[in-house]
C-alpha cells in the first residue's frame, strides 16, 4: 500500500526506484520469491500500475496492469498491452492486478497460458454498509470462479490504509477451484495477516 502522504500519480511515481529496491531486497533477505504488490510505473508516455517479480534479489520480470479503471485511466494511467506467465520455482505463474478480475478476458487469457498459480495484489475499495454475506459471494463469484476458469488456484493479497487517499480493505484470500481455503475476515480488514495454505500444485 502506499504511505497515506501520496495523494497522486506523480508523487507515487516519484517513489518508484526505491520501492522497487524495498522489493528486491525483501527478497534477497528472506531468500524466496517476491510477487511485489503493484508500483507506479512512470514512463514517458504515462504511468503504469505495474507488478515486479523476485526470485532471491533478481528480477524476474514485470506485469503491467491490463484494465485499469476509468478513474485510473482519467488521471494517467495507461493500459499494459499483454498477460504474461513467470516461471518460478517449476511453477507457471501469473498475476492479475486489481480491476483485472473484473473482466472474464484476464482468467481466459491466463488459462489459455496454461496457469498453475496465479496471484492477484488488490487495493480493495471500502464499501461502508456492505455485509459479510455480500463479502463473501462477491469473493466466490470473482475469485472462486476465476480460480475454476483457470483451473489453478488464486492468491489474492490487498493492502491496508487508503491508496491515493480512498480507504481500501484487507480482503486478502487463498482459493482453489474447490473452495476458499482462507480468508482475511471482517474483523480483521484493517490487519497486518500472514495467510498461508498447502496447495497441491
Known sequence: PLPAAIKNLQQAGDRFTERKQYLSDVARTLQTIVVGGTLTEP???GYYNTCYVFD??????????V???SREQSAGTLRG???????????????LICADVLFLE???QL?????????VPTASPYRAGESTAEKYERDRSIFLEGARKMGCPIVKTCGVGTTFGHPI???????TTDDILIRAEPHQEQSSLLLKADLNL
Do not use: D, M, W
Open 67 to 69: 484494465n485499469p479503471t
Open 106 to 108: 484476464s482468467f481466459e
Open 169 to 175: 480493505q484487507g480482503r486478502s484470500l487463498i482459493t
Open 43 to 45: 514512463t514517458a508516455h
Open 56 to 65: 532471491r534479489g533478481q528480477e524476474v520480470g514485470s506485469y503491467r496492469k
Open 111 to 119: 488459462a489459455a497460458l496454461h496457469c498453475q498459480l496465479t496471484f
Open 81 to 95: 498491452s499483454e498477460f504474461k506467465i513467470f516461471e518460478l520455482a517449476g511453477l507457471r505463474v501469473g498475476v
